[in-house]
């Protein structure tokens, strides 16, 4: 199973919508696919789970959707702490399998 | 409240072995399955593998299969991932995470750097 994101750079402004895609070459059981965001020097935070539910602490903004194949992460309102890059990843089947990331900077 | 500690940042020389690890508290450990990512320098995310601490039951990902070794110690909370020779190609950020019960990784480590040069 391999995962796509695309695009892979989205060049935003605060108070902006992002729309982040993850596709899917198989599949996905249960639509076990998760988002994480990772900013510079940190580790990956978890912010959905379940393709749609959002992880514990996250904001409303962010807005996971989809099933099967094609799964989306949309963040409604861009604040300034958002600007970082987001990995999907699936979880319904062994080995699990990261997609290549987007990365969501600052126009 | 969940944490999971990694050790230190380590340089090595190809060839040589090496073991990091994460040590989990604040939850049930033994009961979680903890996993390694790699992430190398500029890159995405690359799962290695898994194992279930209280079994050591471990699952490795085919590209990572042979080449690394995890590994626990429930008596101390603790996660090992190992190499017996280290490659150049092997510097990275290794981050460990706890797998929740449904399967993705809900906690992690604040990452080892790994740096093998010669």
């Known amino acids: 199973l391999v995962l796509t994101q695309s695009p892979g750079t989205l060049s935003l402004s605060p108070g902006d919508r992002a729309t982040l895609s993850c596709g899917a070459s198989?599949?996905?059981?249960?639509?076990?696919l998760a988002w994480y965001q990772q900013k510079p020097g940190q580790a990956p935070r978890l912010i959905v789970y379940g393709a749609s539910t959002r992880a514990t602490g996250i904001p409303d903004r962010f807005i996971g959707s989809g099933s099967g194949t094609d799964f989306t992460l949309t963040i409604s309102r861009l604040e300034a702490e958002d600007f970082a890059v987001y990995y999907c990843q699936q979880y319904g089947s062994s080995p699990r399998v990261f997609g290549p990331g987007t990365r969501v900077d600052i126009k | 409240e969940v944490h999971l500690a990694q050790s230190g940042a380590e340089v090595k020389k190809p060839g040589q072995s090496l073991r990091i690890s994460c040590q989990g508290s604040?939850?049930?450990?033994?009961?979680?399955?903890i996993g390694w990512v790699r992430q190398r320098p500029g890159e995405g995310l690359e799962w290695m593998g898994v194992i279930f601490p209280v079994d050591s039951d471990t699952k490795y990902s085919p590209s990572f299969q042979g080449q690394v070794t995890i590994s626990a110690d429930t008596s101390i909370n603790t996660v090992y991932l190992q190499w017996n020779s280290l490659k150049v190609s092997d510097s990275a950020m290794y981050y460990c995470?706890?797998?929740?019960?449904?399967?993705?990784?809900?906690?992690w480590g604040q990452g080892t750097l790994v740096t093998v040069s010669s």
């Open positions: 995470a706890r797998r929740d019960y449904n399967g993705y990784d809900d906690y």
């Open positions: 198989l599949k996905i059981n249960n639509d076990y």
């Open positions: 604040g939850y049930s450990f033994s009961t979680y399955w």
